[in-house]
């Protein structure tokens, strides 16, 4: 295997929508899809809690996370450094 295709993890990049929670923050991630029914684009928003050690990031600020081990029941992101 190669370093290339050996991690199979999610990076994802987008912009925090709460730091109100201890070490954690809310990531909102836009998608630009295509639906073919309608043969039109949209956006489609998803939110993702990620791990921030230390509170480092605030609202606003766009951050990328990757895909880790579970940390807690809805948080299985970490913030890239």
Known sequence: MTPETKSKK????????????TDTI???VDRYVKLPKYNKYVTISKK?????????K???DKVSIIETAPISKDKHFTLVK
Do not use: E, P, Q
Request: charged share 25%; proline share 0%; aromatic share 4%.
């Open 48 to 56: 993702f809690k990620a791990h921030d050690a230390g509170n480092t």
């Open 26 to 28: 809310t990531v909102k």
């Open 58 to 60: 605030k609202i606003g």
């Open 10 to 21: 999610r990076i994802l990049t987008g912009v925090v929508t709460s730091d109100k929670m």
